[in-house]
């Protein structure tokens, strides 16, 4: 948990992109119900709640063991329960690794300045003697609230992480359990905010601040983790626009804008900004048919309306995902839409009915077969061979000598995306048909 309870903020970090860029938001969202709690949402929570026990444990304590420990450990966050995974697991060590990593580089004493007594003796027990006579130098803060008075009543948030070296560098952390949109950390709002935050009344004092985002499940061409080196002046300058942003939130009539921040905002449902952009693009008038049914094959669309699809199809996917879930939740809960029901899937697969050792020895005895053949056995991947067999000299050389990375399939992209750009198939395969001298 955070040290300090901060209480929801309609200005706060973590919303920044959506009403830095839309001010209007703010309005719509505070006309609708509270948000349903997200799966998804909780899931991130859970990961970040190992991530602090872990790096606190680290942190304060020397721990020897990291987040594998926890696997099968629950979590329960809004009603919803997870399972530490391994994945899970993995990804807080990384978060934790990179930590204590840049700690080092940078020369930054990770102790903590608490009051003792009370403490666990087995805890003091782990600290070694250097970190017993350096307990009044503290430079990391793990889960810190803080609120920006300065700036404006309302200017909150609570970091994952920050470390740091007085007078010499800051470095500011976030974690991303999310899988689905990699986050840049370049001229990240949610990050500047947080950079405020952790830099408190001494941000001018360094001489650098470098702000981190680690995603370990979204793909990304620069890795999972992300830095982007900025300073204390930049950082200034964005403080100066954040009191103006929050100010435009709260004027009579705010300015709604889409964006790729629609993405996580709740009141795309009403929203009329995005009904235009929908009648924009889809060309048609939902309360009418289009015209015998027909919305243009995209064979006939120009380039120009191509673009025009593409800028925006993350906001249309994304607004019809929202609305069918709504419509979804409207049948669930007992409401009606003309011409729809609920249904169940049929897409699921027979599960055991009794526990594995029951089933194993009911079905070798009642089948005859030896209990080995119920189960599969396939060779373990690259990876999972180098886990197994850890720092081993020579590993990961001999395993790179037996496997290869296949070509990734084909993906539209926009240009200012880091990965290289593809030669066309079509003439990829001339081109090799030339060389040949076919
Ligand atoms: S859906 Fe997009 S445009 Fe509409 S209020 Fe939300 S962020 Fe603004």
């Known amino acids: 948990m955070a040290e300090t309870v901060i209480q929801h903020s309609s200005v706060g970090a973590s919303s920044c992109e959506r009403w830095w860029n839309c001010p209007g938001s703010n309005a719509l969202i505070a006309k609708l119900p509270p948000a349903e709690p997200s799966k998804y949402a909780a899931e991130g929570t859970a990961a970040h709640a190992l991530c602090e026990h872990v790096l606190k444990n680290k942190v304060h304590y020397n721990a020897k063991w990291d987040a594998t420990v926890c696997i099968g450990e629950t979590y329960e966050v809004d009603d919803f329960q997870f399972k530490v995974t391994e994945e899970m697991a993995t990804a807080a060590n990384l978060y934790v690794n990179t930590i204590l990593e840049d700690a080092k580089r940078i020369g930054c ?15 003091w027990k782990a600290w070694d003697k250097e970190t017993q006579e350096k307990i009044n130098t503290l430079w990391v803060n793990i889960e810190k609230g803080f609120e920006l008075k300065d700036v404006d009543i309302e200017a909150r948030g609570t970091n994952d992480a920050s470390i740091y070296v007085p007078g010499e560098t800051l470095i500011v952390y976030d974690f991303k359990y999310g899988a689905g949109i990699p986050v840049e950390a370049q001229e990240n709002k949610q990050m500047m905010y947080y950079a405020i935050g952790a830099a408190g009344k001494n941000l001018m004092s360094f001489k650098s601040i470098e702000l981190v985002i680690v995603q370990p499940r979204a793909e990304h061409p620069l890795g999972p983790v992300r830095r982007w080196v900025t300073t204390p002046e930049r950082i200034a300058q964005f403080k100066r626009d954040l009191k103006e942003h929050i100010e435009e939130t709260r004027k009579p009539n705010a300015a709604t804008r889409t964006g790729k921040w629609c993405r996580f905002c709740n009141a795309k449902l009403i929203c009329p900004a995005m009904r235009d952009k929908t009648y924009e693009l889809a060309k048609i008038d939902f309360a009418q048919k289009p015209e015998n049914n027909a919305i243009k094959h995209p064979s006939m669309l120009t380039p120009e ?10 906001l249309l996917e994304q607004y019809i995902k929202d609305v069918k879930a709504y419509a979804l939740r409207i049948l669930d809960n007992g409401g009606t839409i003309e011409g729809y029901k609920l249904v169940r899937s049929n897409k699921t697969h027979r599960k055991w009915n009794d526990s594995e050792e029951n089933i194993t020895s009911m079905l070798s005895l009642e089948l005859g077969i030896d209990p080995e053949d ?3 056995k396939s060779l373990k991947t690259p990876a999972q061979v180098e886990k197994a067999l850890g720092n081993t000299k020579g590993v990961k050389d001999i395993v790179a000598s037996y496997c290869y990375r296949p070509e990734g399939e084909l993906k539209l992209a926009r240009d ?10 079509a003439i990829a395969d ?3 048909i030339s060389e040949l001298g076919l």
């Open 416 to 425: 200012e995306d880091l990965r290289e750009k593809q030669t066309p198939t």
């Open 305 to 314: 309306e191509i673009k025009l699809f593409l800028d925006n199809a993350d």
């Open 430 to 432: 001339f081109q090799a």
């Open 374 to 376: 119920l189960y599969d």
């Open 109 to 123: 004493n990770l102790r903590r300045t608490v009051q003792l007594e009370g403490q666990n003796p087995e805890a």
